[in-house]
Protein backbone atom coordinates (compact mmCIF):
# COMPACT_ATOMS: atom_id res chain seq x y z
CA UNK A 1 0.00 0.00 0.00
CA UNK A 2 2.50 2.38 1.08
CA UNK A 3 4.58 2.22 -2.20
CA UNK A 4 1.37 2.60 -4.29
CA UNK A 5 0.39 5.74 -2.45
CA UNK A 6 3.96 7.00 -2.68
CA UNK A 7 4.11 6.12 -6.63
CA UNK A 8 0.69 7.91 -6.70
CA UNK A 9 2.07 11.11 -4.97
CA UNK A 10 5.05 11.00 -6.82
CA UNK A 11 3.51 11.02 -10.34
CA UNK A 12 1.41 14.21 -9.51
CA UNK A 13 2.81 17.63 -10.37
CA UNK A 14 -0.25 19.76 -8.58
CA UNK A 15 -3.74 19.61 -8.05
CA UNK A 16 -5.19 18.02 -4.79
CA UNK A 17 -5.87 14.02 -3.37
CA UNK A 18 -8.93 13.21 -1.72
CA UNK A 19 -8.79 11.95 0.92
CA UNK A 20 -11.96 10.27 3.19
CA UNK A 21 -11.00 10.12 7.03
CA UNK A 22 -13.42 7.60 8.98
CA UNK A 23 -13.56 8.16 12.58
CA UNK A 24 -15.06 5.40 15.55
CA UNK A 25 -14.30 5.58 19.35
CA UNK A 26 -14.05 7.93 22.26
CA UNK A 27 -13.20 11.40 22.56
CA UNK A 28 -11.82 12.43 25.57
CA UNK A 29 -11.99 16.32 26.28
CA UNK A 30 -11.91 18.91 29.47
CA UNK A 31 -15.52 20.27 29.90
CA UNK A 32 -15.78 24.31 30.56
CA UNK A 33 -14.74 23.29 34.58
CA UNK A 34 -11.67 21.39 33.32
CA UNK A 35 -13.12 17.64 34.33
CA UNK A 36 -12.55 15.11 32.05
CA UNK A 37 -15.34 14.10 30.00
CA UNK A 38 -15.45 11.52 26.72
CA UNK A 39 -17.63 11.26 23.79
CA UNK A 40 -18.87 7.91 21.52
CA UNK A 41 -17.83 8.78 18.11
CA UNK A 42 -20.35 6.16 15.95
CA UNK A 43 -18.29 4.37 13.36
CA UNK A 44 -20.52 5.86 10.58
CA UNK A 45 -18.73 9.27 10.80
CA UNK A 46 -16.50 10.78 8.14
CA UNK A 47 -14.48 14.07 6.97
CA UNK A 48 -13.44 14.85 3.69
CA UNK A 49 -10.41 16.80 2.55
CA UNK A 50 -8.55 17.83 -0.42
CA UNK A 51 -4.71 17.53 0.40
CA UNK A 52 -2.63 19.71 -2.16
CA UNK A 53 0.12 17.72 -3.86
CA UNK A 54 2.58 21.06 -3.32
CA UNK A 55 1.89 20.06 0.65
CA UNK A 56 2.57 16.25 0.45
CA UNK A 57 5.85 17.63 -1.58
CA UNK A 58 6.77 20.72 0.49
CA UNK A 59 6.21 18.02 3.68
CA UNK A 60 8.40 14.98 2.31
CA UNK A 61 11.10 17.52 1.53
CA UNK A 62 11.47 19.08 4.75
CA UNK A 63 11.59 15.82 6.60
CA UNK A 64 13.13 13.23 4.38
CA UNK A 65 15.27 15.92 2.17
CA UNK A 66 16.85 13.82 -1.11
CA UNK A 67 15.77 10.80 0.27
CA UNK A 68 13.41 7.91 -1.28
CA UNK A 69 12.12 4.81 0.07
CA UNK A 70 13.18 1.06 -0.92
CA UNK A 71 11.16 -1.77 0.42
CA UNK A 72 12.60 -4.89 0.92
CA UNK A 73 11.98 -8.08 2.04
CA UNK A 74 12.77 -9.49 5.44
CA UNK A 75 15.98 -12.32 4.43
CA UNK A 76 17.33 -9.34 1.53
CA UNK A 77 17.16 -6.85 4.38
CA UNK A 78 18.70 -9.80 7.02
CA UNK A 79 21.31 -10.25 4.71
CA UNK A 80 21.84 -6.85 3.84
CA UNK A 81 22.22 -5.65 7.57
CA UNK A 82 24.67 -8.62 7.70
CA UNK A 83 27.31 -7.72 5.51
CA UNK A 84 26.82 -3.68 6.61
CA UNK A 85 27.79 -5.15 10.67
CA UNK A 86 30.89 -7.57 9.06
CA UNK A 87 32.17 -4.15 7.56
CA UNK A 88 30.77 -2.07 10.81
CA UNK A 89 29.75 0.75 8.69
CA UNK A 90 27.70 3.65 10.59
CA UNK A 91 24.30 3.85 7.75
CA UNK A 92 22.30 2.70 5.37
CA UNK A 93 23.97 5.38 3.02
CA UNK A 94 27.55 4.12 3.87
CA UNK A 95 25.92 0.56 3.18
CA UNK A 96 25.07 1.27 -0.15
CA UNK A 97 28.03 3.54 -1.41
CA UNK A 98 30.41 0.51 -0.16
CA UNK A 99 28.13 -2.09 -2.32
CA UNK A 100 27.95 0.04 -5.60
CA UNK A 101 31.28 0.89 -5.24
CA UNK A 102 32.23 -2.75 -5.28
CA UNK A 103 29.70 -3.29 -7.58
CA UNK A 104 31.56 -1.08 -9.70
CA UNK A 105 35.53 -2.63 -9.42
CA UNK A 106 33.74 -6.17 -10.28
CA UNK A 107 33.83 -7.77 -13.73
CA UNK A 108 32.06 -5.91 -15.80
CA UNK A 109 29.70 -7.56 -18.91
Do not use: N
Not at 31 to 41: A, S
Not at 56 to 82: F, G, N, Q, S
Not at 92 to 98: I, L, R, S, V
Amino acid sequence: MEIATTKYFHALDDGEVPLDFLFSGSVFYADPDGRLQTCRISWDRQARFSLPVSTWKVMIERYYPECAWLRLDRATLDRLHAWKTRRALPTWQATMDALLAAADKGPQP
